[in-house]
């Protein structure tokens, strides 16, 4: 990244509002029916789904630590902590499933969208206290564990990976959706 570069802020917590706002209507227009539905192309039910849509952002509070740390080591030692994860991905995989599983009846549909907006509401305050230097350092990613992971990050590119995450799944969503009546396709 050119370290003369200025974050687009305003970029960044725009995309962060808009998920917000698309998460609410997304919750608000969904009936019981809906959240019970199976999402498309996971194992997971829209209401787990959604949940793991919120999760994405939870993470991203802990990762912008995790990038802190590393952005100020050697590249190297980020690089080899990338390959001890990705070694890692069939059990990451395995609590990534069953932990949204699990999650999504604590963080139901009645809770997550509050969820998200204390999630969302503290991101948009640590972007605006990151200065440029911070916004630029980065780490490596263990890329086997999402397709959004690049093998280098900064922390910038750590604020902007989950509405990423969050549109991937989006298009999964099968809320609103008429279930086909058996027989007539």
């Known amino acids: 990244m050119n370290e003369d570069r200025i974050v687009d802020r305003a970029g960044i917590d725009a995309e962060l509002e808009r998920v917000r706002r698309e998460f609410r209507q997304l919750l608000g227009s969904a009936d019981a029916r809906d959240f019970e539905r199976r999402s498309d192309g996971t194992r997971w039910t829209n ?21 802190r740390m590393f952005g100020r080591l050697p590249e190297g030692v980020s690089r080899a902590y990338a390959r001890v994860l990705n070694a890692g991905t069939r059990p990451f995989d395995w609590i ?3 932990g949204s599983c699990a999650a999504a ?68 969503l099968t809320l609103g959706r008429r279930e086909p009546t058996p027989g007539f396709e």
């Open 47 to 67: 209401e787990q789904l959604l949940f793991h849509m919120v999760f994405g952002y939870m993470v991203v509070r802990r990762l912008l630590i995790v990038v």
């Open 96 to 98: 990534n499933y069953r």
């Open 105 to 172: 009846r604590v963080f139901n549909r009645h809770r997550m969208g509050s969820k998200l907006d204390r999630v969302i509401a503290s991101l948009r305050a640590s972007l605006t206290s990151e200065c440029e230097e911070a916004l630029a350092r980065g780490m490596h990613f263990p890329t086997r564990w999402d397709p959004f992971f690049a093998d280098y990050m900064t922390l910038e590119d750590v604020y902007r990976y989950p509405a990423k995450h969050f549109d991937f799944h989006r298009e999964q």
